[in-house]
């Protein structure tokens, strides 16, 4: 168990936590900040897991005359999905199930409490709870493509998904989705088919980093994102592999604006993003080793932008990893001679795709 972790319980515990926010307070205050981005990252899973508890155990007593003892019920995860939590075991084996929705009440407190703070590190301490944040993720997303697996090999369907769990980390990046969707004035081209759609329109950090670990690029690996919205993809690899050559091209400016500014207040000392409409016949995609699409395209910029990816992958090899409807365009019949037959990955999530050249 972490140092706060009994502290932590106590706050889950707490009737009137409402009442009581400055406890929360004190108790981040109290953590060292790599100890803080552990307290982010319990928060926001455990909202998930309980909301799964939750959910399962309303299913089970569906089928039911009588309620089943909640106890013996919740014990049944704490080797599958519940083994994130192996502190909380105790804690759940004793408690009914309005005790599962006041911890869950409390959780959300306790994040709304949080998520004000953890803007206002110093920039050193910024970029390590960030950074501690997303190592903790991996660890978890991990575990949680093991689970997958083992349900796949039973022939059974996951109930569980960690995908968007951890999108509250984004306002440590002040990646401000609500400034766009209000904006009056959007751009008058329809290139950016999704522009306004705010965080639906993100790669989540689950794709991003199980992407990441897939791929298993080398050393000074160069990525390019052909659509690189609010800029979560160079923003993970910036900080998770730092010597990955990161390059994003998005054609909605204010996007690149938000994403910029997040790179600068984590210190990190180069422009990765860059406004660019990808349509433009004068536009040469660089050479990368890898690059990635999450469906950012109208149909004609997809023919002008695969066009320049097939003529890069005459000359040497390359990968793809699409997103969404992206992977559609290379699987037409005129495409698959150019590409290999996609590997689905990550609970089909994303697809890889490898040149044949």
């Given amino acids: 168990m972490r140092t706060y972790q009994q502290s932590f319980i106590n706050l889950l515990k707490n ?42 155990y309303w299913i089970l007593n569906q089928e039911r005359e009588e309620p089943a003892h909640f106890g ?29 929705e006041e911890m869950r009440a409390n959780l959300l407190v306790i994040l709304k409490v949080l998520l004000p703070v ?58 401000d989705y609500k400034s766009e969707m209000q904006s009056t004035d959007p751009d008058e081209t329809l290139e950016r088919i999704f522009q306004g759609s705010g965080v639906g329109v993100q790669s989540s950090y689950n794709t991003i980093i199980m992407a990441l670990n897939f791929l298993r690029l080398p050393q000074n690996a160069r990525l390019t994102d052909l659509g690189s919205g609010f800029g979560r993809v160079g923003l993970v690899i910036s900080l998770l592999r730092p010597d990955i050559k990161f390059i994003g091209y998005e054609f909605v400016a204010s996007r690149v604006d938000l994403a910029n500014a997040a790179v600068k ?46 003529q890069i992958a005459s000359q040497r090899k390359i990968m793809i990893v ?8 290379f699987m037409t019949g005129s495409e698959k001679k150019n590409w290999s037959a996609p590997q689905v990955l990550n609970y089909a999530n994303f697809c890889l795709f490898r040149s044949r050249g």
Wanted: aromatic share 12%; glycine share 2%.
């Fill in 265 to 310: 207040k984590l210190g990190i000392d180069k422009q990765l993003f860059f406004h660019q409409d990808l349509s433009l016949p004068e536009f040469k995609i660089p050479d990368a080793e890898v690059y990635y699409l999450f469906d950012p395209f109208t149909q004609e910029t997809y023919s002008h932008v695969i066009a320049q990816l097939n």
């Fill in 118 to 175: 953890m803007v206002k590190h110093e920039q050193a301490d910024h970029i390590v709870f960030a950074t501690e944040c997303l190592k903790l993720m991996v660890d978890i997303f991990e575990f949680e493509q093991q689970l997958h697996n083992v349900y796949e090999d039973k022939k059974e369907v996951a109930n569980f998904t960690l995908d968007r769990t951890f999108d509250a980390l984004d306002i440590v990046f002040n990646l």
């Fill in 322 to 329: 699409t997103k969404g409807n992206a992977r559609e365009q």
């Fill in 15 to 56: 009737k009137n936590l409402k009442e009581n926010e400055n406890d929360i307070l004190a108790l981040w205050q109290s953590l060292p900040v790599r100890e803080r981005a552990s307290l982010f990252i319990d928060t926001a899973l455990l909202i998930t897991l309980l909301r799964f508890v939750q959910e399962q």
């Fill in 72 to 100: 013996n019920f919740v014990k049944k995860y704490f080797k599958s999905e519940l083994s994130l939590i192996l502190f909380l075991h105790a804690t759940l084996e004793s408690s009914v199930v309005t005790d599962i």
